[in-house]
């Protein structure tokens, strides 16, 4: 996808206000009268019927988006979505309502690959490159064990240098084309970022899943077009085993597919003292909602 057609797709995506992960809506909310639809087909990349939400490898979207590979909440019956399968090419209709989007109708063709776990879920990830490991993650209320990673400058942050006031964390990568995963994460710590200067304590810590490509100079310019200050946010990369060893302490997982990093959204705070204070899966939270637990955390 060029830059302009990217363009194109996160000012549509962000005029929804949808947030990717975000729960999907009940059963028994209907469509308004002004809800629009689309047919949208692609491969099915994960799946998970408990949330009743896919993550769908799709072609172009006409009138509304590019090809690419998001999660989508899903309105269907339980016994459709215990029928497909990882690998399965789909069909469906995507309904855009308001700041709600869903889909529904869905049709499935199996794969013959389907009924096996994805590649990278059975198989060591290619050559040079690392994935984080499951069930790793730290325990509310327990330490982070410490890291060093380098920041735009060349220069290595360890997180016990920030002891003493509350920090932070969450994950992205540069090049991350879904307007609401990243690029919503960044304007939101953005917005966070101006909180803590007028209230004058806290850092913010960005740290890549894609380490490979966001090399210091490239997050130097994102920090830049970000508005970061280096002093309060930091972007931070490092040798990939070294990421992926930071991300699994925070219980974030993600893996390349298809020129792309499939990778849990999330944001943790971490207390003065090295501490996981709380942490926030997917998109729901807001900036409020941060600086709150930066301030409780602050506050002992």
Not at 175 to 199: D, H, M, N
Not at 201 to 215: K, N, Q, S, W, Y
Not at 221 to 228: C, I, L, S, T
Not at 267 to 281: E, F, S, T, W
Request: glycine residues 10%; neutral net charge.
């Amino acid at each position: 996808m060029n830059l302009r057609a990217r363009a194109a797709v996160l000012a549509i995506l962000l005029g929804l206000f949808g947030a990717a992960c975000r729960k999907a809506e009940a059963p028994g909310a209907g469509a308004g009268s002004t809800a629009r639809r689309y047919p949208i087909s692609g491969v099915l990349r994960a799946l998970d019927a408990g949330k009743s939400e896919v993550t769908l490898e799709h072609g172009p979207v006409e009138g509304l988006m590019g090809g690419m590979t998001m999660p989508f909440p899903v309105r269907a019956d339980p016994a459709v979505l215990s029928r497909l399968r990882v690998g399965d090419r789909i069909a469906a209709t995507l309904v855009v309502d308001g700041d709600r989007f869903w889909l529904e109708g869905i049709a499935g063709e199996p794969s013959p690959l389907s009924s096996s776990p994805p590649a990278s879920a059975t198989s060591p990830p290619p050559a040079g490159v690392a994935t984080p490991r499951p069930n790793r993650g730290v325990a509310l209320g327990d330490s982070i064990p410490d890291f060093s990673l380098t920041d735009p400058s060349g220069h290595a942050v360890r997180l016990s240098q920030l002891r003493g006031q509350p920090v932070a964390v969450t994950f992205l990568y540069t090049r991350c084309p879904v307007a609401t995963a990243c690029p919503l994460t960044t304007a939101r710590f953005s917005r966070l970022q101006a909180l803590l200067i007028e209230k004058g304590f806290g850092v913010l810590l960005t740290i890549t899943v894609d380490p490979e490509h966001d090399t210091p100079p490239i997050l130097a310019e994102y920090a830049r077009k970000a508005g970061a200050d280096p002093r309060r946010w930091k972007f931070l990369t490092g040798e990939p085993h070294a990421v992926a060893d930071v991300a699994e302490r925070f219980g974030v997982l993600y893996y390349p597919d298809h020129g792309q990093v499939v990778h849990t959204q999330a944001v943790a705070v971490v207390d003065p003292q090295g501490k996981l204070a709380n942490i926030y899966y997917g998109q729901d939270w807001e900036p409020e909602h941060i600086l709150r637990d930066m301030e409780k955390a602050r506050k002992g």
